[in-house]
């Protein structure tokens, strides 16, 4: 075409760049690379290819990693480990700052690179992944200059596992490896089998940084590379970021293993649009967060109902005009996909739905990976493909008409990863904001990160955090070494002549603020060390699990309490422990046979602490690049399920119930299995001391047989297990269905009160633009 | 004097669409409009990494935003005799030699723009050319004269010879929530403008938020307003992306909602080449491809066609032009 037909058409033309600078790395590696382990790259004994998802073309072939190569690169990283742990914070924040600059330095060939293997376009590999990878870098060099003084008597871990998801591979390289490195660990690296070669030229680049050899290995594979990586008993720390239902097998896979474990997993998101927000804004945060960025799933959109053809249409129209095609154009939106999302199941199944309307402006080219968005209105909350998850780029859409509806649609979900309020009304939008069960809250905007700021999910969505101090935090441990798990106590046994009581005392379950015998209506003795018999205590079951979360989840107004309301209370119970100190610490000594003043002053210790810590914890606002308030919001995680220690019986329960009733959580407790009347007895406190019903339930029995209902149980939103009993895997796998945070201690040391408030709350991170 | 009625057409909204003829003042929709200014600065500011055009592509692109310039002369001290070389840059923008190789002949700017006492010597230098000539007016830059003098400005031009009024709203009428006002005032000058087409200038560096930006858009098309325009390139910030985002989503609402297509023109602060094509782009996504035409988008600019020919010479020649080999206008 002239330029004269060209003025006449207007037409953008293409406008590729060339991906040379990238092929040219690959083949100074003569086009098979193997995996980086040691500072060096192995020879590939298996290799699979790396095909571009753009083309189909084969781009190199990488190593299938063994179980012999998963060896070879934790033995390498423990070795590394410990020298690089001893280095000072500054020597360590050389080398990061040393790497955020050489991201930089190189961002069009990592671009590029990411670009060819993801199939993502260009200007979304270079102009927000590529910024965001070496801010990481350089936050992490800060935190590792300042760990010394922000993080006294923390250290790493040792030796990390990182397993990462295709869809980012050079952000969640960062997101995971950046505080990895600056803790002081070393970290073996399981890219996705589809998205290997970013990972092998960060590695490759991180040579020219100083970076020790063994401090970083990257092994290349498939799930079964990433299993064995897992495996590995010399992994202290697996993180996971990837599906819901590979970081539900990797939860159950390290159960008991006592490795640490987060899990950054997908869901979709939720945008909430409010008939006063700016739409045209609204349509594009939807364009920037759910179609476009190679999103790995899709969101739910609720848009009030008088709005929302106006809405859906303005989407319509927008979708429309996003162009899908050569990755490395500058005028494409939406490139390629490595993994084809299985859009003609939620097709099919949206056509099998009545009332829903499927809006697609083009079918899927060249074998599905080279994808048209979807929007689908019409649909209600019933609808499967509202409840299921929601593959690639696709907006499912549905009407609230109140502000109390919208949070309800969404929170009615499984997942919990981010969420978008659309609103011009500041104080509504903090009102959503703070109610919305998300790790990441967007008010006006979408798809907003940042190194200083957490992101990551509740509930299926996983736990723990990427960035910020909260994230650093799960790359540390206690210096002080972990004490041996306590031994199991046995109660005191029965005596051969029992002596009788003065007159009966029946101890009962303690269930939404009432005592309540048990559903089955059994109880075990309880003697003294001298063979008295102190009473009979309930042996609660499954039933009584049940009734005890039912009433814990009853109670969840608990969590809109002020602080201060909650450590006036905590400071009454306390009051009341006093009054009755001479009495708790004659009953300690009677149950355990030794005296009882000095725990039931601790106890009372205890309680203080946390009504201080009720009324003083607080939020963070963050320093990240971005005109508004970035805000860390620290909340209740919902309903706690206890299992106290064996010993201490009645500051094993304190230390653990009052952190976290001070946060606005609710519990269930299951005390001390030889020792529970100082529990029982302990109704009383609580009964007096103004608690609302069903904050605290209290059901005595055995750990063994109640550990797994309580792990088990949807309704519960986090377990702590200090039982004697050895439960920590039968605990760990059974919370792996609604992937609920576990916290196994292993002594009463363990739960010092900082430790127990860290575990005690949630950090959501609600964005606030500002601007006029 | 003789006017190429067949050019003309390609100039004037009136000739190639149907004219917005108004609407009553709809207040309930001017107090629901909305412009998030962060969410705004966030498109504005990805915009130009997503859209681009090279080489052939880019030439015609940027031959098309020659097109769509109102070549600018507003100073103190201009004279017939610049205003006679502006017309005279007006009707041969590029070098003839650098047109012919791009297949370019007869590329002209989209009109001049000049104040009222000018108006007669620009008419009378483009006369048979086709290019329209536009007058600001109304007290321009400040809309603060007598208002009966503003409104008789506008037809005194429209009598010497413009066939396009750039028209000053009344910033406080924004400023003050008097929307009624600024309605009445804008029909009074349409209705004064007749058959020339109103400009209105919205003087968005003044209005204090993007918000008051986005209503004052619709009010101004609610009173019949033929193009809106940003700025009279004498206010401390002129055209911005982000004002030309909310601008031009009002101008789609009121098109789904009244059907009626109304004009855009950023003016001020855009001289560089690439500048112009990311507006170009910005239309072309928001609005499509009628936006890309002189009836319904123009550039007031004086120094971007400069930066233009330089651009044009080098895709020409290959080689980095200068300005000192390009003729004044």
């Not at chain 1, 689908?376 to 008409?401: H, K, N, W, Y």
């Not at chain 2, 100039?11 to 309930?28: F, I, K, S, T, V």
């Not at chain 2, 233009?308 to 200068?322: F, K, N, P």
Request: glycine letters at 10%; hydrophobic letters at 45%; a neutral charge.
């Amino acid at each position: 075409m002239s330029v004269r037909d060209l003025f006449t058409a207007m037409s953008y033309g293409p406008a590729p760049d060339s991906p040379a600078e990238a092929l040219a790395w690959i083949e100074s590696h003569g086009g098979r690379l193997g995996h980086w382990i040691d500072g060096a790259f192995g020879t590939p004994d298996t290799a699979f290819a790396i095909a571009n998802p753009a083309t189909g073309a084969v781009l190199a072939h990488v190593a299938q990693g063994t179980a012999a190569d998963v060896d070879a690169a934790v033995t390498s990283a423990r070795h590394a480990q410990t020298e690089w742990a001893q280095r000072s914070g500054h020597d360590r924040a050389r080398v990061l700052y040393a790497l955020a600059r050489l991201v930089q330095k190189h961002s069009r060939l990592l671009a590029l690179l990411q670009t060819l293997e993801t199939g993502k376009p260009l200007r979304d590999s270079h102009d927000a992944d590529l910024p965001l990878v070496a801010r990481h870098f350089s936050y992490h060099a800060g935190l590792a200059q300042l760990s010394g003084t922000e993080f006294p008597g923390l250290v790493p871990l040792g030796v990390c596992a990182a397993v990462i998801p295709w869809h980012a591979p050079l952000r969640m390289l960062a997101w995971k490896v950046a505080p990895a490195l600056a803790a002081g660990n070393a970290v073996v690296l399981k890219p996705s089998r589809q998205t290997p070669l970013t990972a092998l030229l960060f590695a490759d680049l991180s040579r020219q940084a100083g970076l020790p050899p063994g401090v970083l290995n990257v092994v290349t594979g498939d799930g079964a590379t990433g299993a064995a990586l897992v495996a590995h008993p010399g992994v202290a720390k697996v993180a996971f970021a990837g599906s819901t239902k590979v970081g539900r097998q990797i939860r159950q896979a390290v159960a008991g293993s006592g490795k640490a474990l987060t899990l950054m997993l997908g869901g979709a998101s939720v945008v909430i649009v409010f008939e006063d927000a700016d739409l045209d804004s609204a349509v594009e945060g939807v364009i920037d967060g759910v179609f476009t960025h190679h999103g790995q799933a899709g969101a739910r959109l609720l848009v009030q109902e008088g709005l929302a053809d106006r809405f859906h249409t303005k989407l319509r129209r927008r979708i429309e005009r996003l162009r899908i095609g050569d990755p490395l154009d500058k005028c494409t939106d939406i490139g390629a996909l490595p993994a084809r999302p299985e859009l003609d199941r939620i097709a099919h199944l949206v056509a099998a739905t009545p009332g829903a309307e499927l809006f697609r402006p083009a079918p899927p080219l060249a074998d599905g990976r080279f994808c048209a968005p979807m929007l689908i209105t019409g649909l209600s909350p019933a609808s499967a493909s509202m409840q299921d998850e929601i593959p690639g780029p696709v907006g499912v859409a549905t009407t609230f008409r109140t502000p109390a509806e919208a949070v309800e649609l969404a929170n009615n979900s499984r997942h919990g990863l981010a969420a978008s309020v659309w609103t011009e009304n500041g104080s509504l939008a903090l009102a959503v904001a703070r109610k919305l069960k998300a790790g990441v809250v967007w008010i006006n905007a979408t798809h907003q990160f940042d190194a200083a700021a957490g992101f990551g999910g509740l509930r299926d969505s996983g736990f723990g955090r990427d960035g910020g101090l909260e994230g650093f935090r799960d790359w540390l441990k206690p210096a002080k070494a972990v004490p041996p798990p306590a031994p199991r106590l046995a109660p005191m046994p029965a005596p051969e002549r029992p002596k009788a009581p003065d007159i009966d005392r029946t101890a009962k379950l303690f269930i939404g603020g009432k005592q309540v015998r048990p559903d089955g209506g059994g109880s075990r003795a309880v003697w003294s060390a001298q063979g008295r018999l102190l009473g009979h205590a309930p042996l609660g079951n499954r039933k009584d699990i049940r009734n005890a979360v039912e009433a814990a989840r009853a109670a969840t107004g608990w969590a809109a309490t002020s602080g201060y309301n909650r450590a006036q209370v905590l400071y009454y119970m306390a009051e009341n422990l006093s009054a009755r100190a001479e009495e708790f610490a004659a009953r300690l000594r009677d149950l355990t046979g030794t005296p009882g003043e000095a725990e039931v002053e601790a106890a009372i210790c205890r309680l203080f602490d946390a009504a201080a810590s009720a009324g003083s914890v607080e939020g963070r606002v963050k320093p990240a690049p971005f005109d508004g308030l970035v805000m860390a919001l620290p909340g209740p995680m919902g309903v706690v399920g206890i299992l106290c220690p064996d010993a201490a019986p009645l500051l094993g329960l304190v230390s653990l119930m009052a952190p976290a009733i001070a946060m606005g959580n609710t519990c269930v407790l299951v005390p001390s299995e030889p020792f529970p009347l100082a529990a029982t007895d302990f109704c009383q406190v609580i009964e007096t001391s103004d608690l609302p019903a069903g904050v605290v339930n209290l059901v005595t029995g055995a750990h063994r047989d109640l550990a797994p209902t309580l792990a088990g149980h949807m309704g519960v939103d986090a377990v702590w297990c200090f039982s004697g009993a050895d439960l920590s895997a039968a605990i760990e796998a059974a919370s792996a269905e609604n992937l609920k945070r576990s916290w196994i201690g292993t002594g009463c040391e363990d739960a010092s009160p900082a430790e127990v408030l860290r575990q005690a709350v949630e950090i959501r991170t609600v964005w606030a633009p500002a601007g006029v | 004097m003789t006017t190429d009625l067949t050019r003309a057409a390609a100039q004037l909204p009136q000739l190639a669409h149907p004219r917005n003829p108004g609407m009553a003042l709809d207040l309930e929709w001017v107090a629901q409009a909305q412009a998030n200014a962060p969410a705004i600065a966030r498109r504005a500011a990805s915009l130009p990494a997503t859209r681009g055009v090279k080489k052939d592509h880019q030439a015609a692109w940027l031959c098309k935003a020659i097109s769509l310039i109102d070549l600018t002369a507003l100073s103190g001290d201009d004279t017939p005799g610049r205003v006679r070389r502006l017309c005279a840059k007006a009707r041969q923008p590029v070098r003839p030699d650098l047109l012919a190789a791009l297949g370019m002949e007869g590329l002209t700017t989209g009109a001049v723009c000049v104040y009222h006492e000018m108006v007669e010597t620009a008419v009378r230098a483009l006369d048979g050319s086709g290019i329209p000539v536009a007058a600001v007016s109304t007290g321009f830059p400040a809309g603060l004269s007598p208002y009966r003098l503003r409104l008789a400005e506008i037809g005194e031009s429209v009598a010497a010879g413009a066939s396009e009024i750039d028209i000053v709203i009344s910033r406080r009428h924004v400023l003050t929530g008097d929307w009624q006002a600024l309605y009445d005032e804008m029909c009074q000058m349409r209705q004064a403008a007749g058959s020339a087409h109103v400009k209105a200038i919205l003087a968005t560096g003044e209005l204090g938020s993007l918000r008051n930006v986005a209503r004052a858009s619709l009010v101004c098309m609610m009173a019949g307003a033929d193009f809106i325009k940003t700025s009279t390139g004498k206010e401390p910030v002129n055209a911005t992306l982000p004002v030309s985002l909310t601008m031009i989503r009002a101008i789609r609402d009121y098109q789904d909602r009244t059907g009626f297509r109304i004009g855009f023109k950023p003016a001020g602060g855009i001289s560089k080449a690439k500048e112009a094509l990311v507006y170009l782009a910005m239309m072309k996504e928001e609005l499509g491809h009628p936006w890309l035409q002189p009836d319904l988008f123009r550039f007031g600019a004086s120094s971007l066609l400069g930066d233009i020919e330089r651009q044009l010479d080098h895709h020409v020649t290959g080689c980095y032009s200068a300005a000192n080999r390009h003729p004044l206008g």
